[in-house]
């Protein structure tokens, strides 16, 4: 795919130090961001890379297939579960829990 900018450099994963839900929060300013919906971040973010693993690098737009456009996040805590369950349902979370 054709990224806007590279998914590793300063303004992707920061040379692959950060990954996945990471590089999704730090595109938010606490201060001011708040409220949005899931609407607005995948229009204004949509085309930007998102690296989930080492491997695998996809679209702040694939994310969000799973999220209604019109799901209001008010706090960091309401968008981190969100988006959370999001990249589990599609199989984006890298590290799997084991049910006893």
Same mark, same amino acid.
Request: aromatic share 14%.
């Given at each position: 795919? =054709?990224?806007? #900018?590279?998914?590793? $450099?300063?303004? *992707?994963?920061? $040379? @692959? @130090?950060? %990954? $996945? ?7 938010? /300013?606490?201060?001011? =961001?708040?409220?949005?919906?899931? *609407? ?5 973010? *949509? =085309? #930007?890379?998102? @690296?989930?693993?080492?491997?695998? +690098? ?9 999220? /209604? ?12 579960? +969100? +988006? $959370? ?9 890298? %590290? @799997?829990?084991? #049910?006893?």
């Amino acid at each position: 795919m =054709d990224w806007p #900018h590279d998914p590793d $450099g300063e303004q *992707g994963s920061e $040379g @692959r @130090r950060n %990954y $996945g839900h990471a590089v999704l929060a730090k595109k938010i /300013d606490e201060e001011e =961001d708040f409220p949005f919906t899931a *609407g607005e971040y995948a229009e204004q973010y *949509g =085309d #930007h890379p998102i @690296r989930i693993d080492y491997e695998r +690098v996809v679209s702040v737009e694939e994310i969000f297939e799973g999220i /209604d456009d019109d799901e209001q996040f008010e706090t960091f805590p309401e968008f981190h579960k +969100v +988006v $959370g369950k999001a990249l589990r349902e599609a199989d984006y979370w890298p %590290y @799997r829990l084991k #049910h006893a």
